[in-house]
């Protein structure tokens, strides 16, 4: 039991160490895990660092197949882990197949932080009043909303639906929900600054 | 009483400078930054190549290139003007369906017109009559909805084409009528303003103030600016099982 949690940490340890070293210049998001753990404890004293850049011979992964699910590094033979946040620590015994996880989310915020940002509350309405026809027209006028939804989608980033699709094969239901919020991989003015 | 349940998420945080800086950086890793041309224009498109492809045109054609429902495409190298019923039209003819569908459900004859020429619109690209039936949509219909192209923010580079959005509101007449008072008190108020008689208008026309509840936001509609004072809802999802859609 001691030799494989020993074992685990010390894993979980290197495998970020040599994360770091083989991906400082490719990986702009990287950042060392000291100075991570009070950016994702308080938000709000974040430090924003430049964002990645990208050059325009650059193959985005949505542009390949199976891409975003498997991010390979370069000269190493095994994916590496990349501990991302202290996020990914709070939990640790399920956490561990999340952390082998390579995730396609950036920035400071994981989804769930920018989800937990969000709190859901339901609302009733009285709609005694409203006639029986105009209730029964509710879903079509819905339908069609979803529809102007989809078209919407790719009036905003032309790569919208290509990446929708990718993110439903990942199966990452949090990641998917942040980016029909924003409608699309954007964090946009309006959303971001309420 | 039939009530109708709406998941809709409420906004915790304040806005803040941090917040701020966030603007349309992407959450997702390897995704390009944001084109200022959104997806109306080809990615690659620089202000010189449009300016010389406008002067290229026919008036007639040069009004549609900077039309509110056109898109801009690249064909071989060459650029072109397609419009919306045509760049979205398999979505567009599906939508239009629908709206046919709900207009001849709905009781207020006037939401009627303006669903049933919204739809038309969507096939013919002419948008000018059914902004007029939505004017026209009657204070008494218990449903309001606003459908179709008409913000041009996502257009960063020229400021130029609508992008779609859809609101569902059902209206809440009782908080209406409560909200009333506001309304006819607004006059009252402006005899009493503490200022020179010359500056008060006499010809004041007092706002209409419609309470609604709102069960669907979409499109670009997601950013919308009533989102806080109706109590949703840009990023609410309807129970879509309890009308069976």
């Not at chain 1, 006028?141 to 032309?158: C, P, T, V």
């Not at chain 1, 439903?168 to 991989?185: A, C, I, N, Q, S």
Request: charge should be neutral.
């Amino acid at each position: 039991m001691s030799f494989k949690v020993t074992f685990c940490v010390l894993w979980l340890l290197l495998s970020s160490l040599f994360a770091s070293a083989a991906n400082r210049d490719r990986h702009p998001t990287f950042r060392p895990l000291a100075s991570r753990t009070t950016k994702v404890l308080h938000p709000s004293s974040a430090k924003h660092t430049s964002t990645p850049k990208s050059t325009s011979t650059t193959k985005y992964p949505y542009e390949g197949k199976d891409s975003l699910s498997k991010v390979r590094w370069p000269g190493r033979r095994f994916p590496v882990p990349i501990i991302d946040s202290i996020a990914d620590l709070h939990f640790l015994p399920p956490g561990i197949t999340r952390i082998l996880k390579n995730k396609m989310y950036t920035g400071d915020l994981t989804p769930q932080q920018r989800l937990a940002q969000f709190p859901a509350y339901s609302l009733t309405a009285n709609t005694s009043h409203v006639p029986k026809g105009d209730i029964e027209a509710i879903p079509h006028l819905i339908r069609a909303g979803k529809l102007l939804d989809e078209l919407y989608l790719s009036q905003w980033w032309e790569g919208n639906i290509k990446l929708r699709e990718q993110i439903v094969k990942t199966g990452d239901k949090d990641v998917l929900e942040v980016f029909d919020m924003y409608k699309g991989p954007y964090c946009t003015s309006t959303v971001c600054s309420y | 009483m039939i009530c109708i349940k709406v998941h809709i998420v409420l906004p915790r945080s304040v806005r803040t400078d941090e917040a701020r800086n966030e603007d349309n950086k992407p959450f997702i890793k390897d995704v390009p930054p944001h084109p200022k041309g959104a997806g109306f224009y080809p990615t690659d498109l620089t202000k010189d190549e449009f300016e010389q492809f406008l002067k290229s045109l026919s008036p007639k054609d040069k009004e549609q290139a900077e039309g509110y429902y056109t898109v801009i495409r690249r064909h071989n190298k060459t650029l072109s003007i397609v419009r919306y019923s045509t760049e979205y039209e398999s979505l567009l003819t599906s939508a239009a369906h629908h709206f046919e569908k709900a207009a001849s459900l709905v009781s207020d004859a006037t939401l009627k017109d303006f669903l049933v020429s919204r739809a038309a619109a969507f096939l013919s690209n002419e948008y000018i009559d059914s902004d007029v039936a939505w004017y026209n949509v009657s204070s008494e219909s218990p449903l309001e909805v606003t459908a179709g192209p008409y913000e041009v923010y996502d257009d960063e580079l020229y400021g130029y084409k609508a992008g779609f959005e859809i609101l569902i509101h059902v209206r809440d007449f009782n908080a209406t009528e409560q909200l009333q008072k506001f309304t006819n008190s607004l006059s009252w108020i402006e005899e009493r303003l503490p200022v020179d008689e010359k500056y008060r208008n006499t010809e004041l026309k007092a706002p209409v103030i419609v309470v609604v509840n709102q069960i669907w936001a979409g499109g670009m509609g997601r950013n919308t600016n009533t989102r806080l004072l109706q109590g949703s809802c840009a990023d609410c999802s309807f129970r879509t099982n309890d009308v069976g859609v």
